[in-house]
């Protein structure tokens, strides 16, 4: 993740508080982008999304549950990711 934000021209900063947990600040500057107004259909949306794999990180059991209801509806292949790090084809995060 370092590695990343310093070829972005980012800062990347952590602060730990045993018994709290951990917070990871990740500051990028990046310039904005030209906006372009585009109308989008909810089936639009949903043909984009089809067959879309999706690494789901969450902690909380309710929103793993929401999202990834939301997103197996709109036709995407859910895999959600368990503990510090989790390992797929591409590598561990």
Not at 23 to 29: S, T
Request: aromatic fraction near 6%.
């Amino acid at each position: 993740m370092k590695s990343l934000v310093d070829i972005m021209g980012g800062t990347i900063s952590v602060k730990s508080e045993l018994g709290k947990g951990t917070e990871f600040i990740v500051d990028l500057y990046v310039p904005l982008a030209e906006a372009e107004v585009e109308e989008h259909s909810e089936e639009n949306i949903t043909e984009n999304l089809m067959d879309a794999r999706i690494l789901l990180v969450e902690d909380n059991e309710i929103n793993i549950y929401v999202a990834q209801l939301i997103l197996e509806k709109a036709g995407c292949v859910v895999e959600i990711a368990n503990g510090t790090y989790h390992c797929h084809d591409s590598g561990c995060f």
